[in-house]
Nanobody, 122 residues
Framework: QVQLVESGGGLVQAGGSLRLSCQASGRTFANYAVGWFRQAPGKEREFAASISWGGRNTYYADFVQGRFTISRDDAKNTVYLRMNSLKPEDTAVYYC???????????????WGQGTQVTVSS
């Protein structure tokens, strides 16, 4: 089992930045690919970014457009999502997920966190 806890969400103005953190505990975190997904009100959950075990490969959704950066620090069992140039349409609950590699998103989620709210005001 892997337990994931997200933090770093909050309210920010359009154009601002946030850094989300996903802290893991349990089984060896370094062996897992990790992804960030988001779900806006009334919409389905969608993929945002992922990073492979070891951090060599990263994958991003088209809507990111170079604004987000995913990284990991396995010594701290933590994956980060740095989000710049935030837009109101980025408002959502952001979830991290861990699992093996998946061809669709770079991760096939087996474990999910509870999510952290990101709200971007215009």
């Amino acid at each position: 089992q892997v337990q994931l806890v997200e933090s770093g969400g909050g309210l920010v103005q359009a154009g601002g930045s946030l850094r989300l953190s996903c802290q893991a505990s349990g089984r060896t975190f370094a062996n897992y690919a990790v992804g960030w997904f988001r779900q806006a009100p009334g919409k389905e959950r969608e993929f945002a970014a992922s990073i492979s075990w070891g951090g060599r490969n990263t994958y991003y959704a088209d809507f990111v457009q170079g604004r987000f950066t995913i990284s990991r620090d396995d010594a701290k069992n933590t994956v980060y999502l740095r989000m710049n140039s935030l837009k109101p349409e980025d408002t959502a609950v952001y979830y991290c997920a861990a699992g093996d590699y998946g061809s669709s998103w770079g991760v096939e989620p087996d474990y999910w966190g509870q999510g952290t709210q990101v709200t971007v005001s215009s």
